[in-house]
């Protein structure tokens, strides 16, 4: 591998790490467009989409070890929502992870369009109090977490993003977690989940491991870092940041797909 393609793909490991540990998701919503394009946009070979899944599902295992790490003290991880929704989300993102090698690449790229588009819809429905609740009082439907949970672990799987950019939204919207819970938990869940899309992915030959290797570097660097700007961050700006990157990514995915 080319030095110069080396720096990118390190650079681009870094930044959705350091995301990814700011906001609670993976990352992949940021390292798989970054990974698809920007390669090409400097003069290096393009990865397929397959490869940028592949590589994605491994990085983002890392990513939230450490981004888990961080946040381990302070309250902020719900043990009994990241057993209902880890579960689930491994059981279905290691059905999405197996079952996308029987899929052709355009297939892989509109289930990742979908799934943003429905982030980035649910993360402009008005989260009002949730931030309000104190962390012992947190309540939620568990049957309802555990079902959402397997659902968008099979389209996260097929794309090798750990799902953890829907998985926020849900959280916030649907189940009324507070911001700053959601984010700590959902990195455990996304960790859970990844194991499964990982498993899949390796499996099935989609993995390109030299490139997996130097985003991994970037994640164990960057994803600790972002944490503890997460912890001192207000929840409000945490929240738009989120939904201004889905938006874009979103936009981006589907002009490509038009």
Same mark, same amino acid.
């Given at each position: 591998m080319e030095f110069g +393609?080396? *720096?990118?793909?390190?650079s681009i490991g870094f930044v959705g790490s350091y995301i990814s540990g700011m906001l609670g998701i &993976?990352?992949?919503?940021?390292?798989?467009? #970054? +990974?698809l394009y920007i390669p090409s946009l400097v003069g290096f070979?393009?990865? !397929?989409?397959? /490869? *940028?899944? $592949?590589?994605?599902?491994? %990085?983002?295992?890392?990513?939230?070890?450490?981004?888990?790490?961080?946040y381990r003290k302070g309250g902020y991880l719900n043990k009994t929502l990241i057993l209902y929704m880890g579960v689930s989300i491994l059981i279905g993102s290691f059905i999405g992870g197996y &079952?996308?090698?029987? #899929?052709? /690449?355009?297939?892989? @790229?509109?289930i990742y369009g979908i799934l943003a +588009?429905?982030?980035?819809?649910m993360m402009f429905v008005p989260k009002k109090g949730?931030?309000?609740?104190?962390?012992? %009082?947190?309540?939620? @439907?568990?049957?309802?977490a555990a079902i959402l949970a397997f659902i968008v672990g099979i389209g996260a799987g097929i794309v090798g993003a750990a799902g953890a950019f829907l998985l926020v939204p849900i959280m916030l919207v649907v189940l009324k977690i507070p911001t700053r819970m959601t984010i700590a938990s959902s990195l455990a869940i996304t960790l859970i989940s990844s194991i499964g899309a990982t498993v899949g992915k390796v499996s099935t030959g989609q993995v390109d491991y030299i490139a997996a290797g130097i985003m991994i570097a970037a994640s164990l660097i960057a994803?600790?870092?972002?944490?503890? !700007? $997460?912890?001192?961050? @207000?929840?409000?700006?945490?929240q738009t940041i989120l939904a201004v990157l889905i938006v874009g990514t979103t936009i981006k995915v589907w002009l490509d797909i038009i």
């Open positions: +393609l080396i *720096v990118t793909v390190f &993976g990352g992949s919503i940021i390292k798989y467009p #970054m +990974l070979t393009a990865f !397929t989409a397959h /490869e *940028v899944s $592949g590589i994605s599902a491994v %990085q983002v295992f890392f990513a939230t070890i450490g981004g888990v790490w961080a &079952g996308s090698r029987f #899929m052709p /690449e355009d297939g892989i @790229n509109l +588009l429905t982030a980035a819809i949730i931030d309000d609740i104190p962390f012992d %009082q947190v309540s939620f @439907n568990k049957w309802l994803a600790p870092l972002g944490a503890r !700007t $997460g912890k001192t961050t @207000n929840t409000k700006v945490l």
